[in-house]
């Protein structure tokens, strides 16, 4: 369902503050979408709403049908308008918000930290896979940073556990007796189910990336976006729109 952004087609007696906090947050928008699109001296809203709506990790496609009815507003705001001090459309309180709202995601992105810091544990690739299944158990983790003395060398997750006793299923009982995490990672070959990421990145790009890589469980980050570097944090696909849960 369409949301209604005009609260009257009748006119108003005044320009009223909602009108004047919406126009001057309309034109700063206009002015860093012409920005992003190198400042071309002929080219309406609407249309660079279009062009940049295409670009990857851009806020501006997912709010692009927002962004058009908003246009639409200002329009009749600033076109239609009869008298210096009468408008023939105020704009309503959800308006008002909306278009504030995309403002601060445009010209201010919120990064992946502070939102997704906490501690992760890593663990040596020596662990034993049984001392894994009791860490799960107790902890309810469900990913596992794994490293080789200091240098990570992969991620194990439930999936790559499933994995694992899929395959080892096929030969009979899974004996877990003198496995090791590292056999995790090999059960899953070489799909990386991974990625880093520094301090600074743009939640958006992060969201971007489940979006467009079907295999990825899991964005680690580090200061650097260095996988040897120390953890900061993790992020999972349903931590984009859930902030809470285990690791």
Avoid at 22 to 30: C, G, K, V, Y
Wanted: net charge neutral; glycine share 8%; charged share 30%.
């Amino acid at each position: 369902m369409k949301k209604v952004i005009l609260a009257s087609l009748e006119g108003v007696d005044l320009v009223g503050d909602n009108a004047d906090l919406f126009l001057s947050t309309f034109n700063r928008i206009e002015k860093e979408l012409k920005r992003l699109l190198g400042n071309p001296s002929n080219m309406g809203f609407s249309e660079a709403v279009r062009r940049l709506s295409k670009r990857r990790d851009n806020v501006i496609g997912r709010n692009e049908n927002d962004l058009l009815q908003l246009a639409q507003l200002r329009n009749a705001i600033v076109h239609d308008q009869v008298a210096d001090d009468f408008v023939i459309a105020e704009p309503n309180d959800w308006a008002v918000a909306r278009i504030k709202a995309i403002e601060e995601s445009l010209l201010r992105p919120e990064k992946v930290l502070p939102r997704f810091g906490k501690k992760v544990t890593g663990f040596e690739c020596n662990l034993p896979m049984i001392e894994i299944m009791k860490i799960i158990n107790k902890k309810r983790f469900s990913q596992f940073p794994v490293y080789d003395s200091g240098k990570f060398i992969g991620l194990v997750t439930l999936r790559t556990i499933g994995f694992f006793f899929a395959q080892e299923s096929l030969n009979g009982s899974v004996k877990l007796e003198g496995r090791i995490a590292e056999d995790l990672l090999r059960a899953n070959g070489k799909q990386a189910n991974f990625k880093f990421v520094s301090a600074e990145t743009k939640v958006s790009e992060v969201e971007q990336m489940f979006q467009t890589e079907g295999i990825l469980e899991a964005v680690l980050i580090t200061k650097n976006g260095d996988s040897d570097g120390n953890l900061l944090g993790i992020i999972r696909p349903r931590d984009i729109y859930v902030q809470e849960g285990e690791q």
